[in-house]
């Protein structure tokens, strides 16, 4: 199974900007889908960015044009850059692999990382 690490979370100010980096324990060119997705507390989660093994983006409404989503598969690493971060971008943000290559009868088709937390304030 595939194991994924977030980093790069932390206090930013309105307005700044910040990168988050997934590294993920084997090669994400064999992964469908890596995306990021974020919850703050008591709301749902929800997407905020996607890239799939060709290439392909798409970003949650709430953050488009304000996120960019890139991935370096020499380091195995999905990168999520965001700017303008505003009060309402404050939550736990998910890195989440999708389509995982088969292992065997039982093994997962997904993964999730546990997960780092932004917080925007002044």
């Known amino acids: 199974q595939v194991r994924l690490v977030e980093s790069g979370g932390g206090s930013v100010q309105p307005g700044g900007s910040l990168r988050l980096s997934c590294s993920a324990s084997e090669s994400i060119s064999d992964i469908q889908t890596m995306a990021w997705y974020r919850q703050a507390p008591g709301k749902q989660r929800e997407l905020v960015a996607a890239i799939t093994s060709g290439g392909s983006t798409r970003y949650g409404d709430s953050v488009k044009g304000r996120a960019t989503i890139s991935s370096d598969n020499t380091k195995n690493t999905v990168y999520l850059q965001m700017t303008s971060l505003g009060p309402e971008d404050t939550a736990v943000y998910y890195c989440?692999?999708?389509?995982?290559?088969?292992?065997?009868?039982?093994?997962?088709?997904?993964?999730w990382g546990k997960g780092t937390l932004v917080t925007v304030s002044p």
């Open positions: 989440n692999a999708d389509g995982l290559p088969y292992s065997g009868p039982g093994g997962a088709m997904e993964s």
